[in-house]
């Protein structure tokens, strides 16, 4: 039956749906010059969308709804609104993108994305969560491949394509295992069988490890990191950074449900939390010492990108409530960070149409506001305080001593202090070198007033969660507390 708390589970992706058919219908009868106004309309409806699932869609006490599949809980709500928070940001700065502003089908292709990742957080069932990930990752294949006349950019779209699909495959596989084993597609029933001694602890083992193949592609760990590099400095900028944030929020998402849940104790619960933290030590590791020769700005960012990746693996491999907030927590931060990164980056490249490092020289006195925004966020990056970055990587290493993983910690705080050489090595270029005429007075980067908006915001919320995080970490905390 159709309950009123069945409407409340799906009522963002409601949202979603209407606003999508809104931007379908509306597009083609504006004149061409008027098309990047769809960027209002879906950055608009999308804030819209929140207030009302936050007035009339937030959940009670945890439940399943549509038959088991989806499940309505405060972890998958403050998911699904940190989608569509990242996904209003990434309407803005789209709309001045000479290629890609004015065509309505990026911002559909966008709205269906969200529709998918709405759904990875919510999912209670395999099913569910298979197509919920398809139904996120078309939409961007195509995203990243968006400009057919540049080639970097139909190589990104191909690459992520190619890499996705295999990785969605064995990922499949793994699930039918799951499946063939339990006789189940459930996520909370599977906990029962694997904690009753019905299914071998090795089968899990096994059968987690092609899951994490295509849950470790999407967050970007390694050894499942090789497309990001490519995709980033391809794809239309807007769309990597959504890439970046988003994308791999929800593959994180689905990664906390699906091993907190379904793998929660007992002999498997060893294995794969020591896996983890594995993969945790050396993805941070590659990460930044990948990070560390890159002179393009969209390619130092991926691989510091992948570094976070493994940063908030400790939340996850600590397999405590503190852990599962800090992942929360830390995604929020990291979505706020990032997006305000690839904005910057935007802004630039918009005018100057470069990306290298060197580019940026004297970037401080041609816009000072811009120069300031890109410090905070790289320094929101770095781990350094007052911005939310900082208070991030303090919960997750918190977390990790909790847990017992003060080696990983360590080898984490390590790694922060090398995320910090190279993300100050850009500022310098920003801050101490100049242009090689000296005359940035007479290269001005005006900002246009989507970018105004966006970046600000962004802004202000780095600030913010890095000092005012109390209530930000009382609500990851409230999210992570239905999982146990």
Known sequence: MFTSTTFASILPEILILVLGMLVLIVEPFWKEEQRRNVGWLTAG??????????????PGAPTT?????????????FFKM????????TALLLMDNEKVGGRGEAYLLLLASLLGMDLMAASADLVMLYLAIETTSIPLYVLSGFMLAD???????????????????????????????AGTTNLYQ??????????????????LALVLVGIGFKVSVV???????????????????????????????????????????????????????????????VGNLLALPQTNIKRLI????????????????ALSQLGAASVVFYLAAYILTNLLAFGIVMAFSRITGLEDLKD?????????????????????????????????????FAAGIQAGYVWLVVIGILNSVIGVYYYLNAMKYVYLYRMPEQDEENHPLPLTRPYVIALAVLAIGVILIGTAFAPWFSWSDAAALNLF
């Open 45 to 58: 409806g999308l804030l819209i969308s929140m207030v009302i699932s936050l007035l009339f869609g937030h």
């Open 65 to 77: 709804t549509l038959g088991g599949m989806v499940r309505f809980d405060w972890l998958g709500f």
């Open 82 to 89: 940190l989608f569509m928070f990242a996904g209003a940001a």
């Open 151 to 181: 080639e970097k950019s139909t190589e990104a779209g191909f690459k992520y394509l190619l890499f996705g699909a295999l990785t969605s495959t064995v990922m499949l596989y793994g699930f039918s295992l799951l499946f063939g084993f």
């Open 190 to 207: 599977l906990a029962g069988l694997f904690n009753s001694g019905s299914l071998s602890p090795l089968v899990g083992f096994g059968v």
């Open 223 to 285: 050894p499942f990191h090789f497309w990001a590099p490519d995709v980033y400095e391809g794809a239309p900028t807007p769309v990597a950074g959504f890439l970046s944030t988003a994308s791999k929020a929800a593959g994180f998402a689905v990664l906390v449900r699906l091993f907190f849940v379904a793998f929660p104790d007992g002999d498997i619960a060893k294995y794969w939390t020591i896996a983890l933290a594995i993969l945790s030590a050396i993805t941070m590791t």
């Open 302 to 317: 991926a691989f510091s990108s992948v570094s976070h990746a493994g940063y908030a693996m400790i939340g996850v491999a």
């Open 360 to 396: 940026y020289a004297g970037m401080s006195r041609r816009s000072p506001w811009l120069g300031l925004m890109m410090l905070a966020a790289f320094l929101s990056l770095a781990g350094m305080p007052p911005f939310g970055g900082f208070v991030a990587k303090v919960v997750v």
